[in-house]
Each structure stands twice: as C-alpha cells, then as structure tokens.
C-alpha cells in the first residue's frame, strides 16, 4: 500500500527565513501534486510534476521531484506571513491513475 | 469558467440522520472524485465516478455510504444514519480524463454531526 510522508508536520518560522518540507512516499510513482490549504478552504493546486528531476518555481516556492529515492520537496525562499498555511503532497497511486494519496500535511506558520 | 462546486457549504446533521452532500463538476469535465479530511488529517480518497459508473469506490465505508453521479444533475455522496465520526469536511474534484495532470478541488462540505 502506498504511503506518503511529510516532514516536518509543523513548522514555524521567521520572516525572511529560508525552509525545505519533504514528502516521501512509498512505491514507485511518477506523478506527484503540491497542494496549499488555507484554513476553512479547499486545497490550491501549487505544482505539478510528472517526470523524475521535475523542478518548478512559483515565487517563494520551488518544487521538486526524484522518483528514484521517492522524494520530493517544496524548498520557501525568504518565506512572508502571506504564506501561512497547511501544504499537502500527493502521490498518484499508479502511472497515470485517479487515485491521490495524501501526506499528513505540514502546517506552516510564517512570525513576522 | 466556473470551478468545482459543492453545496451546501456547511451541514449540520443529528446522529441518525441522513446528509446528501453535492458536487457539480468543472465544465467539460466528467470525471469526479470524493475525498474525506478528517480534522488536523490529510484527504482520503472514497469513490471514483464517472457519469452513470461508479469507477473505484474502494475508499468508501462499507456501510451507509453511497455515491451516485447521475447522467444528469451533480454527483451525490450520501451518508445515511450519520454518527459523531462522520464529522469532516468532504472534498469533491473533477478533471475532463483519469489520466489528466491534475484534479481540481471543490470548496468542500463541513459536516457537523451533533
């Protein structure tokens, strides 16, 4: 059964301050999601990777992914308050298949 | 182009009762997925729809738990007898193919069994 991980599950840090999240998971997949959640919300698609040695910028934010160890990681550069909030990974259960799976979240809390 | 939409937004149910809680999918898209998120959890998947098939519902408890997504009109998830640990929020999402880059995201159905 696949299973996802993320580390750390809370974090709190300073404005200005650099921080990577990891997700691992479990089985061999190619597909993997970055998801932002406010509280009350419903989930923002952040990125996308779908090969291995994907890397994707967004701002603050950059993205990456190796299928070989089973790792990715969502890398906050010089991270602001706006960014709080709690950031899931998802893997695609299979090549190409509908199922998500789902990391337990790292709750981010940027302190001005 | 409108997004996901769920409806309601809130529901509060008593132990016993019965919550139909509804998902209309993106234009174009005919593919949709339920999703449970317990509080301070990540999302689980339930049930895989398309129109008039129930693809996957691996997810989904065995009991008073059903999902229809009807040829026409929005997917239906539907918990009958509901109990305190029904209590979460359920995320329905959408994407035109299974195999598409990704799945977009409804604003979800909090649902508060008292």
């Known amino acids: 059964e696949l299973k996802v991980e993320q580390n750390p599950l809370f974090l709190s840090m300073q404005e200005g301050k650099n921080y990577t999240i990891y997700c691992n998971y479990s089985t061999t997949s190619d597909r993997l999601y970055w998801y932002r959640q406010d509280p009350g919300k419903s989930l923002e698609s952040l990125f996308v990777l779908l090969s291995n040695g994907a890397v994707k910028q967004e701002g603050r934010l950059m993205a990456s992914l190796d299928t070989k160890a089973r790792l990715s990681t969502l890398h906050i550069t010089a991270a602001v308050h706006d960014l709080s909030a709690t950031y899931f990974c998802a893997v695609d259960a299979g090549s190409g298949t509908y199922k998500y799976i789902f990391g337990t979240g790292t709750r981010l809390k940027v302190l001005a | 182009n409108a997004g996901v939409m769920q409806n309601p937004r809130h529901l509060v149910r008593r132990r016993g009762q019965e919550a139909r809680l509804r998902c209309s999918p993106m234009k174009g898209h005919s593919h949709v997925y339920w999703y449970r998120q317990l509080p301070e959890e990540g999302l689980k998947f339930m049930v895989y729809l398309q129109k008039e098939n129930i693809i996957d519902e691996s997810g989904m408890p065995k009991e008073r738990f059903s999902a229809e997504f009807p040829k026409e009109g929005p997917s239906i998830l539907r918990i009958q007898q509901v109990v305190r640990g029904d209590s979460a929020a359920y995320f329905c999402?959408?994407?035109?193919?299974?195999?598409?880059?990704?799945?977009?995201f409804g604003p979800g159905t909090r649902l508060t069994v008292l």
């Open positions: 999402a959408s994407s035109p193919t299974a195999s598409a880059d990704t799945q977009y």
